[in-house]
């Protein structure tokens, strides 16, 4: 019993050590590592620089004309001179359609009319001698005005029958054949003024003032390795508010085969040149959904920046607004980092 009273003592003194061992390092544990580490990040320090500023968009080459060819009015095709792809010179007749009618019409008026003006002449004659009155010789004269105009109002029909060429152009392919009756609804073929072409495009109306009527650009095209030149020749006289963008065209100098209506376009024009613009790499702006930004390096803390860009490059971007010269911009971590992180520069670009 004795010996009982002498070991529980020593006992409790060694489990009472084992739980403050095993608290402490529990404490420890809890605590863990260091729940605000510095972040060790590259950056590069923001600096002016000269460069050519434009703008690199995709455009559509149009003719420099282009209509559908209709008829104005319905009929029989008796004629037909449209040949698909043959360029065509300004009035040249395409299609004629039956006009046997008209022409007959035509005839019978012509003759009424001669009859009328050689009773006109010899009643005018007459009233010199007194021999008839002015009012039948007026109301004769009236007639005559009358089957005159009956004339070119024929003279109009017939010409109706006639499709000609509107200007030097080439025809399209042609959806009629001879004795089809074809109606002012049928699309009878098309012409093009390829010749002389358009190209066609929109800017982000950033830019839209500094694009102004006589302004040169250059343009490439699949399948060729030649640039072509153009200059503006109008502008839309609005932004469209859903793309706001402004639509641009230019009217092409140096023509070839290689340039044909609807073909795409890499369209390239200078702006101006900046002599001091902030560039920064492309991998350093974080877009967001209304904006975008840059983090910067401030004092071992992250501060991120709205920013407004402007032109790129292979590898960097223009910083319009929100960052200046001497500013350090960070380029790596940027997935981990947030607003105050501390960071520790590692290496400055």
Do not use: W
Request: proline share 4%; hydrophobic share 40%.
């Amino acid at each position: 019993m004795r010996l009982l009273r002498l070991l529980f003592p020593a006992t409790a003194s060694v489990a009472f050590l084992l739980f403050s061992c095993n608290d402490k390092k529990s404490d420890a544990n809890t605590k863990g590592p260091d729940m605000n580490p510095v972040l060790p990040i590259e950056g590069v320090i923001v600096k002016g620089s000269a460069i050519d500023e434009d703008i690199k968009v995709s455009g559509t080459l149009i003719p420099f004309e282009n209509t559908e060819l209709r008829t104005e009015i319905s009929g029989r095709v008796i004629s037909l001179n449209l040949s698909e792809g043959k360029f065509v010179s300004k009035g040249t007749l395409l299609v004629k359609l039956f006009d046997g009618d008209l022409q007959a019409q035509l005839k019978k008026l012509q003759v009424q009319l001669q009859i009328q003006q050689k009773t006109f002449e010899r009643q005018n004659e007459l009233l010199k001698i007194n021999g008839i009155s002015q009012q039948e010789v007026d109301l004769t004269g009236l007639q005559v005005s009358n089957i005159q105009a009956d004339i070119d109002i024929i003279k109009t029909s017939i010409a109706k029958t006639e499709l000609k060429a509107p200007f030097n152009g080439r025809l399209g392919l042609r959806n009629i054949s001879p004795g089809a009756y074809v109606t002012p609804q049928t699309l009878v073929s098309t012409i093009s003024e390829v010749n002389q072409q358009k190209i066609e495009f929109s800017i982000p109306e950033k830019y839209s003032s500094q694009v102004t009527n006589g302004k040169e650009l250059i343009f490439t095209v699949d399948g060729s390795s030649k640039t072509y030149h153009a200059i503006v020749s109008a502008t839309q006289t609005a932004i469209e508010e859903n793309t706001r963008n402004l639509k641009v065209r230019a009217i092409v100098k140096n023509v070839d085969q290689y340039l044909v209506p609807g073909t795409f376009a890499k369209v390239q024009m200078i702006l101006g040149k900046n002599d001091n613009a902030i560039m920064v790499p492309s991998d350093a702006i974080i877009p967001q959904a209304r904006n975008k930004q840059v983090i910067l390096y401030k004092g071992g803390t992250a501060s991120f920046v709205n920013v407004v860009t402007g032109i790129r490059d292979s590898s960097n971007v223009q910083i319009i607004s929100g960052v200046n010269a001497g500013d350090t911009v960070i380029t790596t971590g940027l997935l981990f980092l947030k607003p105050g992180s501390q960071v520790k520069l590692s290496k400055i670009h």
